[in-house]
């Protein structure tokens, strides 16, 4: 699994630098969440800009880091959902659960 | 492609590598039913996730042990009817005791057989001697 | 993908309204080897061809009247090596007695097996009790 | 198949609106080229820029064409060829048969 980590002290941003989240990826999203949730960090943005498929259990991995964030009173903000990727949200309900904003740049964050 | 009829069989390694390429095969079909009057690119998208959803679950719950662990899709169009199967030899398991209500927001898991009711008009599962299929139909209108 | 193993067995109705399909499904699995460090783009332009070339054959030549009309495609990597399979049922016919230069300019067939032979490092076709079976493999590198 | 025939007294244009020319529509192709010709027309422009892949029989499609054509006295022009099918004909050496340009515009009508 590609993905970039930009870490201040602010906020952590995972870019998925994958075209497509499905069952034979979704295990190893599923520990780079948990990892950069480990380290601490008090608002992670997952951007998905570089998605264009996400499965059922790709959205169980970004469910299990949401939990985890919660646990640990962590904000968790996704950002950068494509067409298909919003509408696999839509159609599973999800976007009422996940917070999601546009872009990296929208999410304030102090709110 | 011609009209009304139109099969694909197909059998790969079951492992979850081939979920792509047996998703884009999905969308490859979808692509080519020239007098699909719909948005195209939305039945092609749909059938990459079921295709994905189904064959993801032959993978995860339906491998058998003995058998060579291969996964067989075939998609077939007859009229105005797109058949989807996805065979698998495992144990199976009583499509109607799950419930057909999307999952609890929280649930990590799932959500798949919800995806494929939801996108295709009926989902089925049934044993047989040869093994289990889940068998999806949609109306191509 | 897998670095070194990849298979795919395929099925299809022997009618050349197919061929487009197995085409691009050819184009989807050379995108997909992740390994290749060659021109993807152009791999995957080469075996749309040559898959079309083939399976146009087992078509137009390699159908018998007995058997239900399919034509069987696999296509598998392994290790390095690229190896693509397609079976017919037909009369079959002698491969090394067909010339390998280009044919006369003005002939009107006999290019699809000049073009597999210049695509491929290798092609051989032998008969088996089961069918026929035209063989390309291609290194990559 | 889809084509598109533009005539005028000096010459013919059929416009080709397959994105791929095989044996499923090769024989129509051949056809195609048959009647435009018989139609009489001094000078046969084929315009190939929808087409994205042909293959051996899209190739003798097109041959026949231009024989007739020869027969006929008539000149038979390609034009418009993607880069895909440009190296179809230079795989089969066909590129030095045909009179080919890069555009319908390109071809000088009395030369
Ligand atoms: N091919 C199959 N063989 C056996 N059990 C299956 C199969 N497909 C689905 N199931 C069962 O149905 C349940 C629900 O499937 P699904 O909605 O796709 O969610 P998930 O696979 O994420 O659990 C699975 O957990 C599994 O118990
Ligand atoms: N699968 C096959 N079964 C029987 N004969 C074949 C098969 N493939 C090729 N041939 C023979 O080889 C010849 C050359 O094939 P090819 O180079 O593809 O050109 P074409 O098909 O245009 O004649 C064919 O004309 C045919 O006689």
Chains 1, 4 share one sequence.
């Not at chain 1, 295990?27 to 498929?53: M, Q, T, Y």
């Not at chain 2, 495992?90 to 009711?117: N, T, V």
């Amino acid at each position: 699994m590609n993905v970039e980590i930009d870490q201040s002290d602010a906020r952590s941003v995972l870019r998925l630098n994958e075209e497509r989240i499905d069952a034979h990826n979704a295990g190893e999203l599923k520990n780079s969440l948990l990892n950069a949730l480990e380290d601490g960090c008090r608002l992670l943005i997952v951007d998905l800009a570089a998605v264009h498929f996400i499965d059922s259990s790709g959205l169980g991995a970004l469910l299990s880091g949401y939990k985890n964030a919660n646990l640990r009173q962590a904000r968790f903000v996704l950002t950068g959902l494509q067409a298909r990727v919003r509408s696999m949200f839509e159609l599973t309900r999800l976007h009422r659960v996940f917070e999601i904003a546009e872009h990296v740049g929208d999410v304030v964050v102090n709110p | 492609m011609h009209k009304n009829r139109f099969t694909l069989d197909l059998r790969v390694p079951g492992r979850t590598e081939y979920l792509s390429l047996v998703g884009s095969i999905a969308e490859c079909v979808a692509q080519r039913l020239d007098h699909y009057r719909g948005d195209r690119e939305a039945l092609a998208f749909h059938l990459n996730v079921v295709v994905t959803e189904a064959v993801g679950n032959a993978i995860r719950h339906g491998l058998s042990e003995h058998q060579q662990s291969r996964v067989r899709l075939c998609i077939e169009v007859r009229g105005d009817e797109l058949i989807i199967e996805v065979h698998d030899r495992g144990q199976g398991f009583d499509l109607c005791s799950l419930s057909e209500a999307c999952p609890d927001d929280l649930d990590e898991g799932g959500r798949g057989l919800f995806l494929m009711r939801s996108l295709m008009d009926s989902v089925s599962y049934r044993r047989t001697r040869a093994g289990n299929v889940l068998e999806m139909r949609k109306r191509l209108r």
